[in-house]
């Protein structure tokens, strides 16, 4: 498929709030928005969900630069590219570094997709319409704070609530909220907080109801989320584990969890997501779509990915206002009732707004194919 630049652009936005895991807190934002054009005024966006220390996985936002420029950018100008899909194998040398990977990868589907004159969704095969999608909820101050929060994104409509946990913020707040909101779908995300030695502590959980408890061990392991697993009756799901379709096999063939979550940035991609959604489709296992506080770009992939049909739970792309006073796309990402309407257009689906664009930038750097 023709392309002949790239453009790789820092961004830096400020979150209208800080987002607090059990591993850090988070108010501003660098990040990569990677454009890839063609001849023909063809301008594919992609965006990279690194984050600028190596909280969440090894990558950061410089490690991304390091590896764009000086290898996948070579590696897309040496190797002839037909679909898309042959991106995955081209970086194939480049161990690791999903998330530099996909911040490429997906400005190539999209400039594909706009080639094809066709939605992004789908030209991944999706079907969905509509999205159904939660919300993820950082560690508050304090309860009341939590039980607030939680009231005002239910009166919004959102579908389901992600807590998120840490030794201390735990049981006796989710017994809290469960108290005060009986009914509502909720799940724990503990971001890696846990060890084995925990175990006695977090089977107490099993009395609340909770969709799922995400990611509770370390952020490598696979094996010993198989024995917790075997100890609770509530589902785990494994978000920062799981790198690619040979970690899904691994996990569902140890039954390290029952669902999983699956993001864009931390599989290297689309295509590796969609194929981890397939194989997950076979063996009957939930999927759902993270997120990692994108701006409209990574949004827009994310709701595009979702109307693949094994997306059965409510994912994590929040409307664009939940973080962002302006985006970088028009129109912005709006929830109603906790549904995304998916967009019709070409690629993406979302016009991208090139003042705000350049109003965010740090630095812009072009690369020739
Ligand atoms: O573990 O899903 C996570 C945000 C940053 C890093 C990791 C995670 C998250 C979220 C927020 O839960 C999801 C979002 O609203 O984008
Ligand atoms: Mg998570």
Redesign the pocket.
């Known amino acids: 498929m023709p392309m002949n630049q790239v453009r790789l652009r820092r961004l830096r936005m400020m979150l209208n709030h800080p987002?607090t895991?059990s591993f850090g807190s988070?108010q501003e934002k660098e990040f990569f928005i990677t454009e890839v054009l063609d001849d023909n005024g063809g301008r594919g966006f992609g965006e990279s969900v690194a984050f600028t220390s190596p909280w969440?996985s090894e990558e950061t936002v410089e490690t991304n630069h390091h590896v764009i420029k000086d290898f996948l950018i070579d590696l897309l100008r040496e190797n002839t590219i037909n679909h898309p899909d042959d991106v995955t194998d081209v970086f194939k040398p480049i161990k690791g570094h999903p998330m530099a990977k996909s911040a490429l990868e997906g400005a190539v589907w999209d400039l594909y997709a706009k080639q094809k004159d066709i939605p992004l969704a789908e030209a991944l095969g999706g079907t969905k319409q509509n999205i159904e999608v939660g919300?993820?909820i950082g560690i508050k101050p304090n309860k009341n704070d939590l039980l607030q929060t939680i009231d005002h994104h239910i009166r919004e409509g959102y579908k389901r609530i992600?807590i998120?946990i840490k030794p201390g913020w735990d049981y006796e707040v989710l017994k809290d909220v469960r108290k005060h909101f009986p009914d509502i779908p909720i799940m724990a995300?503990a971001?890696s907080a846990y060890t084995l030695e925990d175990i006695d502590h977090l089977k107490k959980l099993d009395e609340l109801n909770l969709m799922m408890i995400?990611?509770p061990l370390a952020h490598d392991d696979i094996v010993d989320h198989a024995q917790l697993q075997a100890s609770l009756t509530t589902p785990i799901c494994l978000?920062?584990s799981i790198h690619s379709l040979a970690d899904t096999r691994k996990a569902v063939e140890l039954e390290s969890c029952e669902i999983i979550?699956i993001?864009i940035g931390r599989v290297g991609g689309l295509t590796e997501a969609k194929r981890i959604h397939n194989y997950c489709r076979e063996q009957g296992i939930q999927v759902w779509c993270?997120?990692?506080?994108?701006a409209g770009v990574g949004r827009a992939h994310n709701i595009a990915l979702t109307t693949l049909p094994q997306f059965v739970l409510p994912g994590?792309?929040?409307g664009s206002s939940?973080?962002w006073n302006q985006d970088i796309i028009t129109p912005e990402v709006t929830v109603s009732n906790g549904m995304i309407t998916v967009p019709d257009k070409p690629g993406i689906g979302y016009f991208i707004d090139d003042d705000a664009l350049e109003s965010f930038s740090v630095s812009v750097e072009t690369f020739y194919l």
Request: overall charge negative; proline content about 0%; hydrophobic content about 25%.
């Open positions: 987002f895991t988070l969440y919300v993820s992600k998120k995300d971001n995400e990611q978000d920062e979550n993001k993270g997120g990692m506080l994108e994590d792309t929040a939940l973080y």
